[in-house]
């Protein structure tokens, strides 16, 4: 059963998008529903997803820049965009980006069987010509470094702590502050800061959301000491960031 992320900003198209997928029984599940981008990619971070049906109008983040975000994760990911007829240069954005498919509204059933069923025979044929031609691969255990970055890439920024990082390896953090400033020549705390900076960028570039927002979710409870931050790596304030951006 292929695992299904409907992103919308109204819940009755994700409702009725989600009641004629059920009804085609095809072997497809919806298994999130998300209202805009950024939630939608928040979600993708931590969760496994085979097809992504996106809206390209949405707030906060829209469909085409979801696409590029998407783009730049480690992994493919296959998205069907849905779009109405007067905005189709979207669509050929999206289309030059590698999205899969396009629906357009209002969306008919017998347009969503198609494209569904078009998608479900080329994962196949992807399945059959993998299995012919790759050589089945051992498992290659990871290093602890390597380990301790699948933890960081897997965990939410304001979520991850050294302890925190060196618990989930099952290694003392004094040790993993060791080995980390010996393998990439900076310290844990610093490594962090950077993602949250790059992180709080992208966020200050690609959605509306506010400062205080944007600080809260890399993991800086206090506004002053993200803006001061962000300052110190960038050499512009937050604010300023974002209208040199707009």
């Not at 993998?130 to 304001?158: A, C, F, G, H, W």
């Not at 979520?159 to 989930?168: D, M, P, R, V, Y």
């Amino acid at each position: 059963m292929k695992k299904v992320l409907l992103v919308d900003d109204e819940r009755w198209v994700r409702t009725a998008l989600k009641w004629t997928i059920n009804k085609l029984n095809l072997p497809l599940q919806v298994v999130h529903e998300a209202q805009n981008g950024l939630e939608a990619l928040d979600w993708i971070k931590m969760n496994d997803v085979d097809l992504i049906l996106t809206d390209i109008r949405m707030p906060i983040m829209d469909g085409l820049t979801l696409v590029k975000e998407l783009n730049s994760l480690n992994g493919a990911y296959d998205v069907i965009v849905i779009s109405v007829h007067d905005e189709f240069q979207f669509i050929q954005q999206a289309m030059r980006s590698g999205v899969t498919d396009y629906l357009l509204k209002p969306i008919e059933e017998k347009e969503v069987k198609v494209c569904l069923e078009k998608w479900l025979n080329k994962k196949s044929n992807e399945v059959n010509t993998l299995k012919q031609t790759l050589p089945e691969k051992e498992n290659i255990p990871l290093s602890t470094i390597e380990r301790v970055m699948d933890y960081i890439n897997k965990t939410p920024l304001d979520q991850i702590t050294l302890k925190e990082a060196a618990e989930s390896i099952h290694i003392n953090p004094s040790y993993l502050s060791q080995l980390f400033k010996q393998q990439l020549n900076k310290k844990f705390v610093d490594y962090i800061t950077e993602l949250r900076i790059e992180e709080s960028k992208r966020l200050l570039h690609n959605t509306t959301l506010r400062m205080s927002e944007i600080a809260e979710r890399v993991g800086y409870s206090d506004l002053a000491y993200f803006s001061n931050n962000f300052k110190k790596i960038v050499g512009l304030s937050p604010s300023e960031y974002r209208n040199i951006q707009a």
